[in-house]
């Protein structure tokens, strides 16, 4: 797939997904007048890709198929690389008259810091996964936001300690080839107005609470998720 388009964004987002806004049902989120905005500022990453003046800083080959993709999806792994994302988020906010647009840069922050952290870990399954992960979402232009924020209950205790176990999300069966997780996450910008969610732990875990040591990522319209604006 080319770069998509910002309608084809905004098409993106017509999926079924189950969004309530001050009580109510969102059949639509590129429609509804609050969430709109986000929306809209959210397809200034997309429009950047067209812009013949910005696609310089907006655009990147893909090293395995020289297809053109986001440079958001760039690994920053050496400074000049750091020094291009930085200056690509910078010009991304001023082209948004001033707004950060939300829908690639915490995402791609989260898939880098999974890498680095499967990387000290020594665990090259873990980090094979999440650059296959980065390919697809490249390849497929995807938006993404990170759910990072646990609802935490009474801050003074851990997740094992709580009231409700699903003040913190937690992985509550696994098979061969899934996991099934329960609980909730909160202040997730741009979350209602993307494809993908990027779901990291918020705290630092104990052995004892090993079932809420998981990462992972999971499309926006997946049936058994409801976002509350």
Do not use: W
């Amino acid at each position: 797939m080319a770069l998509r388009t910002a309608e084809e964004y905004r098409e993106g987002l017509r999926d079924g997904r189950k969004v309530y806004l001050l009580g109510n049902p969102v059949p639509d989120v590129t429609e509804d007048p609050y969430i709109k905005v986000g929306v809209e500022t959210g397809a200034h990453d997309f429009l950047m890709g067209h812009d013949p003046e910005m696609r310089e800083i907006a655009v990147m080959k893909d090293t395995e198929t020289g297809e053109e993709i986001s440079t958001y999806f760039e690994v920053p792994d050496v400074p000049e690389v750091i020094k291009r994302r930085h200056n690509l988020i910078l010009k991304a906010c001023y082209y948004a008259d001033g707004a950060i647009p939300f829908v690639k840069d915490v995402g791609t922050d989260i898939m880098n810091g999974i890498k680095v952290a499967s990387r000290l870990m020594g665990n090259k399954e873990y980090e094979g996964r999440i650059d296959n992960y980065r390919r697809y979402c490249a390849r497929n232009d995807l938006s993404m936001a990170g759910a990072v924020t646990d609802v935490k209950g009474d801050r003074r205790k851990g997740p094992s300690e709580q009231e409700s176990p699903d003040y913190y999300v937690r992985v509550v069966d696994e098979t061969e080839d899934e996991i099934v997780v329960s609980g909730a996450k909160a202040h997730i910008t741009a979350g209602v107005y993307v494809d993908e969610i990027l779901v990291i732990p918020t705290r630092n875990l104990t052995e004892a609470e090993a079932d809420y040591a998981v990462a992972f990522a999971i499309p926006v319209n997946t049936p058994g998720i409801t976002q509350i604006c």
